[in-house]
């Protein structure tokens, strides 16, 4: 599995329900790099997308305690174990902070978009930069949009 992810100065990466912010371009990185690959979300980061409704082109597994959950265009697991034993490898990870949290430790890459501000925050991604699991692989170049700055690290599991 792999995680792919928007974060910021301290791996902030959602404030009050929904993302710290929103770069047009990286959305269209996270579309292609996803696309045609089951993504795995939690039902909280469901309802921050348009109509919360399901991504496109993509296999959409959501986890959810919630019994009478059962958005059109997706499959929904009440736990971890449950979704484990459908999910394809080449799933992505695409939040939020808890099914990062529960998934992470499966996952043998992470895509992380890291944007050069702060910004408030109350969910958090695991810093990577201390994880002596994770090593930088690939550091893309400093990029900017509408003045705000980022840029792109592949890390991979040691
Ligand atoms: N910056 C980024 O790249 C990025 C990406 C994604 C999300 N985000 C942000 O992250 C925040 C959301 O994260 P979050 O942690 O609050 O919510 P979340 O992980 O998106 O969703 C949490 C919900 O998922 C379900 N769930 C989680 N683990 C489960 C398990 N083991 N078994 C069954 N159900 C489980 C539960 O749903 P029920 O309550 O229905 O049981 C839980 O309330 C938002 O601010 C969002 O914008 C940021």
Redesign the pocket.
């Known amino acids: 599995m792999k995680a ?4 910021d100065e301290k791996w ?9 912010i929103y770069i047009p371009g990286d959305l269209n990185y996270f579309r292609e790099t996803t696309m045609g690959h089951p993504v795995i ?8 997308f348009p109509g919360g409704r399901p991504l496109k082109g993509r296999r959409n597994l ?5 019994p009478d ?1 059962s958005p059109e265009g997706a499959e929904v ?4 174990d449950a ?1 484990l034993q459908v999910a394809p490898p080449d799933s992505f990870v ?9 998934l992470l430790g499966r996952c043998d890459t992470a895509y992380v ?1 890291k944007v050069h501000a702060e910004y408030p925050a ?2 958090y ?1 695991p810093d990577l930069d201390r994880a002596p699991e994770w090593r930088v692989e690939e550091e893309g170049p400093a990029q900017e949009e509408s003045g705000i700055l980022f840029h792109r690290v592949t890390y991979k599991r040691v």
């Open positions: 792919i992810v928007l974060v902030g990466i959602g404030n009050d329900g929904d993302q710290i979300l939690g039902r909280k980061t469901l309802a921050t959501i986890l959810s305690r919630d959950f697991f009440p736990d971890l979704l695409i939040g939020g902070a808890s099914v990062y949290e529960a978009t109350d969910r991604f």
